[in-house]
């Protein structure tokens, strides 16, 4: 198997959110699966095989992180879209067969990939008791952010509690089925962002995630219902950091993005 490390939402290597790649012939058994997310033991690892002429789709995908398989991935989506039209495995707009549905990945004339993704929907929640314990900061508004994200969207005060976060995952782990986006409006909109997230998911084995595609799903329609605009840009603020770019349309948001291949190698056993 041809197995491929690519950085996502980030136009440089090691920086944004490293996937795994393997663009296989069929799924194999999901121990196997499992066991190849775990070796390569990155927040996600993507399985893709082609599909039939003539379908809905042109490409099944499937993303598992160490611990388990996830029901949407958007920076291993922008990564598994990145090896097809840099290998030419696939040329124009690729469709994906998911778990949440058919979703599209379209290369730019810039080199960046846009997603095309279901819009989370969001539902105002009271904030749980104990959260802010957990996450460190007090809530200013908690969202739900629908089976398919499985989290809970939570703005804090400003920029500076953002990164400033110090969360206990394990307390975290109560909250939510995958876990928490933090959140607040960017500090200096000059600097190139809008607003400003960092994401933990202990639930799923990544205490924290670098640049998290699934998350600005739910973060595009919050942030731009909030600032009054359709186009915005994200800024994940994690050690690797990235940036997204969203567009809300209704009930899709597109999520755009760099990829950068870092290995490219053969997997043995």
Not at 46 to 74: I, Q
Not at 181 to 190: K, L, Q, S, Y
Not at 243 to 266: C, K, P, Q
Request: glycine share 10%.
């Amino acid at each position: 198997m041809r197995i491929r490390i690519v950085d996502a939402f980030t136009d440089r290597p090691f920086a944004g959110n490293p996937a795994g790649v393997l663009l296989l012939d069929a799924f194999p058994d999901d121990d196997r699966l499992q066991r190849i997310a775990l070796e390569v033991n990155h927040a996600e690892t993507a399985f893709a095989h082609r599909l039939p002429e003539g379908g809905e789709a042109d490409w099944a995908l499937r993303w598992f992180t160490p611990a388990t398989e996830v029901a949407m991935c958007g920076h291993a989506t922008l990564a598994t879209a990145h090896v097809m039209h840099t290998t030419g495995a696939h040329e124009g707009p690729v469709r994906f067969a998911t778990r949440s549905g058919v979703l599209v990945a379209t290369p730019r004339e810039d080199g960046s990939i846009t997603l095309d993704f279901p819009t989370a929907p969001l539902t105002r929640v009271e904030p749980p008791a104990g959260v802010a314990e957990a996450l460190g900061a007090e809530p200013l508004a908690v969202l739900d952010t629908g089976p398919d994200v499985g989290d809970l969207l939570i703005e804090v005060s400003d920029e500076k509690t953002v990164h400033g976060l110090t969360p206990d995952h394990r307390a975290l782990a109560a909250h939510s089925a995958r876990g928490v986006i933090a959140t607040a409006r960017a500090e200096d909109p000059a600097r190139g962002y809008d607003y400003v997230s960092r994401c933990f998911f202990p639930n799923v084995g990544i205490d924290e995630d670098p640049v998290t595609g699934s998350a600005h799903t739910a973060l595009a329609p919050y942030w731009s219902e909030r600032l009054g605009r359709p186009g915005l840009t994200g800024l994940q603020a994690s050690p690797r950091s990235g940036r997204v770019r969203t567009e809300l349309r209704g009930e899709r948001t597109l999520l755009s993005g760099h990829a950068v291949t870092v290995i490219d190698g053969e997997l043995l056993v």
